[in-house]
């Protein structure tokens, strides 16, 4: 299984960033699949989730800002993030897990692609 982050890059406070998630070697549509994200000396915090069966879950301090979604047909999930705050400077990952538990040896991590918001 393989999972390749994009879109990342420097976004001034205010602007809008749309992150991309290919997943390869696994069956995409039965797979759980979800955004995390890392700042500097902090733990890695869940962002967004979405459910194989279409479903999504948000984070609050992301709610009305950041959308998950998914494209079956292209094996890729979405993170689009509107109204970035310098707190949201962060690695961001994305993971799959077809039991919806991405911590377990079951989940699947890509690398991570690098978000920096100025102020």
């Known amino acids: 299984v393989q999972l390749q982050a994009s879109g990342g890059g420097l976004v001034q406070a205010g602007g809008s960033l749309r992150l991309s998630c290919a997943a390869s070697g696994l069956t995409f549509s039965t797979y759980n699949m979800g955004w995390f994200r890392q700042a500097p000396g902090n733990v890695r915090e869940f962002v967004a989730r979405?459910?194989?069966?279409?479903?999504?879950d948000h984070a609050d301090f992301v709610k009305g800002r950041f959308t998950i979604s998914r494209d079956n047909a292209k094996n890729t999930v979405y993170l689009q993030m509107n109204n970035l705050k310098p707190d949201d400077t962060a690695t961001y990952y994305c993971?799959?897990?077809?039991?919806?538990?991405?911590?377990?040896?079951?989940?699947?991590w890509g690398r991570g692609t690098l978000v920096t918001v100025s102020s």
């Open positions: 993971a799959a897990a077809v039991d919806g538990n991405f911590w377990s040896t079951r989940g699947y």
């Open positions: 979405s459910w194989s069966s279409g479903s999504t």
